[in-house]
């Protein structure tokens, strides 16, 4: 039976890329607490190779060359994915254009009751907007609260352009499915571990939160939000 292990004494950060490895051959010890509650103290004596992804490609690394190690247990890449309650945390930022989306600062204002602080941009054009703060929304999670008529939406198109990793849908989807608004959808970035989101619509409400907040939300579906319901969008 599979069983969940928590090491608690060998914290993690893998300290180890000097040259590749840091040769350490003291006697390992651990302190192991399992799933069941039990508690097992004592030496790792059998050779384990452990795989790490990093940016430059698969390490494998003996356990006896590790000599700091910590070891976080988080969910899956596909139990992120499935459907769930959305886990917007700080940092957040909500941006709207020049234009502003009706009830923005409101959405705004309720947004922080129900996730916690966030930054809020609006009242620049859209890629102006973000190329102020470029590298702190980087690191963000993001909605965007984007009108449906121009020249706001066709700041998508730019913003798309030179930023693609901020939006979670290709300008072309959503140019074909604006029809739909109020729209949603809302995506996980891999790559920076960030929530991307995007809300066209004119108007916002705090019910809206509500639903985002309390509501199980697919990733990479889009969504329109209608009589106080949201429905997945089928295009035909």
């Known amino acids: 039976m599979y069983r969940k292990i928590w090491i608690l004494v060998i914290l993690v950060i893998l300290i180890l890329t000097i040259s590749g490895s840091v040769v350490a051959k003291e006697i390992l010890s651990a302190k192991i607490e399992l799933e069941d509650g039990s508690v097992i103290i ?43 309650v959305l886990a917007l945390e700080p940092p957040l930022y909500i941006i709207t254009g020049k234009d502003w989306v009706k ?21 620049y054009p859209l890629i102006e907007g973000v190329e102020k703060y470029l590298e702190h929304i980087k690191q963000s999670d993001i909605i965007f609260l984007i009108l449906p008529t121009n020249p706001e939406f066709k700041g998508l198109q730019k913003l798309a352009e030179k930023y693609p990793e901020l939006l979670p849908l290709s300008y072309n989807k959503f140019a074909r499915l604006k ?20 809300i066209v619509t004119d108007e916002v409400d705090s019910s809206l939160v509500e639903k985002l907040a309390e509501e199980e939300l697919p990733f990479n579906t889009p969504l329109q939000y209608k009589d106080g319901r949201l429905k997945e969008i089928k295009e035909k």
């Open 42 to 84: 004592g030496e790792i004596e059998e050779p384990l190779i452990i795989s790490v992804k990093t940016e430059e490609g698969i390490k494998k690394i003996d356990i006896e060359d590790i000599i700091y190690l910590q070891m976080n247990r988080t969910s899956s890449i596909s139990e992120i994915l499935s459907t769930s």
């Open 179 to 198: 029809s739909y608004t109020p729209l949603l959808y809302f995506s996980y970035d891999i790559q920076s571990g960030k929530i991307r989101g995007i």
């Open 103 to 123: 009830g923005f600062m409101k959405f705004c204002q309720e947004i922080r009751k129900s996730f916690g602080e966030i930054s809020t941009l609006a009242g």
